[in-house]
Structure formats: structure tokens, C-alpha cells
């Protein structure tokens, strides 16, 4: 049985995922507007905040609510973290890499989250001590030892978010991995390595929506998270590397120590 939290996100991800669904690939329709070079927000990522917070309201009135397109919302206890559209610039293009974000947070602890890919139907989610799952399956990180067997996904920074070590870590990491992967969502990002897809991933300058569940599905799938020099990540921090635990430390040689 799904814990009780997760089956009202679940709700609000599913009633949402509709509105996404109806407006992907439907781009001549979409309002676009640009935040930044390369930052976008459509009309489907308003609507599609505005269905999940209407939902959430009901069962959650009174608590913090914290999303990309509202901002904050100021109440009591705990907070709601949320994503309407995690990928929008894949969203814009027909790319089906897109996904909704919910979490929860209870004094900057994530104690429960749900990555939703309305577009393949993969609805991720993961409670504190109640494990990582995809639909019914439950969730583990890979097994893989080898650096050099590993697919590692990352983040390519653009525009005003370029910093230049980015291209030494990128070197790196490709010359002694497997591949790296730019999928565009990085909370999928993060759900793929819960999942054992990919082995491991790291990006910089990312705000807590992008990734709040994403850091609970890989800690309950096995996995580690740190930040990129190696110390704890905490909900503040805003750059991040996750694994399967077993290549951690090899991937971390291999960032630099911005
Ligand atoms: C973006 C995605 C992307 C990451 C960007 C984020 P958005 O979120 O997670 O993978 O590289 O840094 O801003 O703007 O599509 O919600
Ligand atoms: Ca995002
Ligand atoms: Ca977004």
C-alpha cells in the first residue's frame, strides 16, 4: 500500500500529467515566454502548477509551499516542494524527457517525493525507509565497480550558467567512463540513477525543486549523494553528484573542486 502522502502527490502528479500530456507536442498553441537565454516557461507550466497546488491545498492548506513558477508560499511546518514541468525546454521541442516534481520537506529533510513522466507513464517515487519504486517495481542502483563500464548523465550548463571547469569535468569523465548523457530533466536524471539505468551523474547550479525527490530516490535505492567536492549535500546546496555508491569516490576524482 502506498503511504499516505504519496497517494495524495500521486493524485495531484496524475491530475496534472493530463494537462501536460494534452499540451505536449501541441507547440504552435503554447505560450512561451523566456526567463533567461535558454530559460523558459510555458503556459502548460503554469497550468500545469496551478492544478497540482489546487490539489495539494485541499489536503495540505496550511503548510510552506515552495515551486519555480509561484515562488514561496508562506505557511506552517512543514514545506511542498514542487516542479509543474522538470524538462521544459524538451517539453517546447517534442522531446517526451519531461516530468513533474513533488516533495516534501520537514525541517530540510526530504522525507518524500514523486518524479512523474505522464508522456512513458513512469511514475517514480520514494518515502524515507519505505524504499525507491517505478510504478509497482522497486528501485535499486547499479552494481557496477568499474568507472570505465559506467554511463554517468550530467548537465551541460548554457548562457549566463557556463563556468569554464565544466569542460575539464566533462573531459574527465569521458575519457574514463562509459558515456555521458544529457537527458534534459534532472530530476529523471536522478530517478534513472535510483533506477540502475545510469550509474552515476553530477550538475551545478541547480535549485532544490530540480532535485528534492530525485535525492530521496537515490538514497532509498542504495545510492550516495555529496556535493561535487565530496561534503554532505544539505537542501541548500545547489550543486550535486549522486552514484551507486560503489563509484563514488572515483567519479568525485574526476570533478574538479570548484
Ligand atoms: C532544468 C532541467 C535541466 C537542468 C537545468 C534545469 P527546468 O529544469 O532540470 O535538466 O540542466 O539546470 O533548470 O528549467 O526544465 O525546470
Ligand atoms: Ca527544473
Ligand atoms: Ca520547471
Redesign the pocket.
Known amino acids: 500500500m502506498l503511504p499516505a502522502t504519496i497517494n495524495i502527490f500521486e493524485k495531484a502528479a496524475r491530475k496534472a500529467g493530463r494537462i501536460l500530456t494534452r499540451d505536449f507536442g501541441e507547440i504552435e498553441n503554447l505560450q512561451i515566454q523566456s526567463k533567461n537565454v535558454g530559460?523558459f516557461v510555458t503556459s502548460a507550466d503554469l497550468k500545469v502548477e496551478q492544478s497540482i497546488l489546487e490539489t495539494l491545498k485541499y489536503y495540505y492548506p496550511n503548510v510552506n509551499y515552495l515551486t519555480?513558477e509561484s515562488g514561496h508560499i508562506k505557511g506552517d511546518g512543514e514545506t511542498i516542494i514542487i516542479?509543474p514541468?522538470?524538462?521544459?525546454?524538451n517539453f517546447i521541442h517534442g522531446i517526451p524527457f519531461v516530468s513533474i516534481v513533488i516533495a516534501k520537506m520537514i525541517n530540510n529533510e526530504i522525507t518524500d517525493g514523486v518524479v512523474y513522466n505522464p508522456i512513458l507513464n513512469e511514475f517514480y517515487w520514494a518515502s524515507l525507509g519505505k524504499g525507491s519504486w517505478c510504478n509497482n517495481k522497486r528501485l535499486r542502483v547499479s552494481k557496477r565497480i568499474n568507472l570505465t563500464d559506467c554511463l554517468i548523465g550530467t548537465?551541460i550548463p548554457f548562457s549566463n550558467?557556463i563556468y569554464e571547469k565544466f569542460y575539464t569535468e566533462l573531459d574527465n569523465v569521458s575519457k574514463n567512463t562509459a558515456g555521458v548523457r544529457r537527458?534534459?530533466?534532472?530530476?529523471l536524471?536522478l530517478a534513472y540513477v535510483a533506477a540502475g539505468k545510469i550509474d552515476g551523474f553530477w550538475?551545478r547550479?541547480?535549485?532544490l525543486w530540480?532535485i528534492c525527490s530525485g535525492v530521496l530516490l537515490v538514497k532509498e535505492a542504495g545510492g550516495k549523494v555529496s556535493k561535487p567536492n565530496g561534503d554532505k549535500w544539505t537542501t541548500k546546496s545547489r550543486d550535486i553528484t549522486v552514484s551507486n555508491s560503489l563509484i563514488h569516490n572515483k567519479l568525485l576524482e574526476n570533478l574538479t573542486l570548484l
Open positions: 530559460d519555480e516542479d514541468i522538470d524538462g521544459t525546454s548537465g550558467r537527458l534534459g530533466s534532472a530530476a536524471d550538475e547550479d541547480l535549485n530540480d
